[in-house]
C-alpha cells in the first residue's frame, strides 16, 4: 500500500486547513482509510476513519464537529480531511492510514495497519 499525501503546514486557531491523502495498491473491505496524528514523545491519536466494511465514518470526540473527511471527485481512494476551527492542541503531525474501527457500545475496537510518511500541522494561538 502506498500513500501520496499533501497539505499541511501552520495556521493561526481558529483557522482551517486540508489535508488530502491518495492510496495505491489497496483493496477496500476489512480496512477503510483515515487519519491518524502524532505529537513527538507521545501516543498516537486516531481521529478518523471511513470504515471499508460498511462505509460509516467515525470521528473522534476531540475533532468531531470540526474535520470532515469525504472522498475526491468520488474516488474513495483520494480523501481528504477537511479541518476546521483549529486549536493549538490539533498541532501533530498527521497520518493517512488504513483503518478500521468499530463501536461496541462503550468499547471501541481501532485497528490502523499502514500509513504515510506523515505530514506537519501546526497551530499557533
Known amino acids: 500500500v502506498q500513500f501520496a499525501e499533501s497539505g499541511g503546514g501552520s495556521v493561526q486557531a481558529g483557522g482551517s486547513l486540508r489535508l488530502s491523502c491518495a492510496v495505491t495498491?489497496?483493496?477496500?473491505?476489512?480496512?477503510?482509510i483515515g487519519w491518524f496524528r502524532q505529537v513527538p514523545g507521545k501516543e498516537r491519536e486516531e481521529i478518523s476513519c471511513?470504515?471499508?466494511?460498511?462505509?460509516?465514518?467515525?470521528y473522534d470526540d476531540s475533532v468531531e464537529g470540526r474535520f470532515t473527511m469525504a472522498s475526491i471527485d468520488d474516488d474513495k481512494n483520494k480523501l481528504y480531511l477537511q479541518m476546521n476551527d483549529l486549536k493549538p492542541e490539533d498541532t501533530a503531525v498527521y497520518y493517512c492510514?488504513?483503518?478500521?474501527?468499530?463501536?461496541?457500545?462503550?468499547?471501541?475496537?481501532?485497528?490502523?495497519?499502514?500509513w504515510g510518511q506523515g505530514t506537519q500541522v501546526t497551530v499557533s494561538s
Open positions: 495498491g489497496f483493496t477496500w473491505g476489512y480496512h477503510g
Open positions: 492510514a488504513t483503518c478500521r474501527v468499530v463501536q461496541y457500545g462503550e468499547a471501541r475496537y481501532e485497528e490502523y495497519e499502514d
Open positions: 471511513l470504515n471499508g466494511s460498511d462505509g460509516s465514518k467515525w
